[in-house]
């Protein structure tokens, strides 16, 4: 239901959706609930959700690379690090190592970028941002 409200622009029933979810640990709302506040520019509300999303399921990639992403928007680039690489270990997907790769640009390491965005395109050739990146 909370997918039906966002895509008619009914942006608080969505969130009262996707939260109300979240209480019984739907993963899924969980992540729809992150993306939702991060696109409306409440990072610290998204971060907060996040983290809850993380400590109660600890192995899902995506609440990984959602948590580096978050950290990378504060410029704790050493956490996102930290993050990008956990969520890559679990599951090596393209979009993951080319968000690396845009965390590496910011923080300077052009070399470390260069070398995600390979890895990126490696995995995906069809990843426009990686090539446009690079």
Do not use: C
Not at 75 to 90: D, L, M, N, P
Not at 94 to 114: D, F
């Amino acid at each position: 239901l909370g997918n039906l409200y966002l895509k008619t622009n009914q942006l608080k029933k969505s969130e009262l959706r996707f939260a109300t979810a979240a209480k019984y640990k739907h993963q899924l709302a969980f992540a729809n609930l992150i993306i939702l506040l991060d696109e409306q520019e409440r990072l610290e509300e998204a971060h907060t959700t996040i983290m809850e999303a993380h400590g109660l399921f600890p192995a899902n990639p995506e609440f990984m690379f959602q948590m580096a992403n978050s950290f990378g928007k504060q410029g704790k680039f050493v956490e996102s690090e930290k993050f990008y690489q956990k969520a890559i270990a679990t599951e090596a997907k393209a979009l993951y190592w080319s968000n690396l790769g845009v965390l590496y640009h910011r923080w300077n390491k052009s070399e470390q970028a260069m070398a995600a965005y390979q890895t990126a395109l490696q995995l995906d050739s069809s990843l426009s941002s990686a090539r446009l990146n690079l």
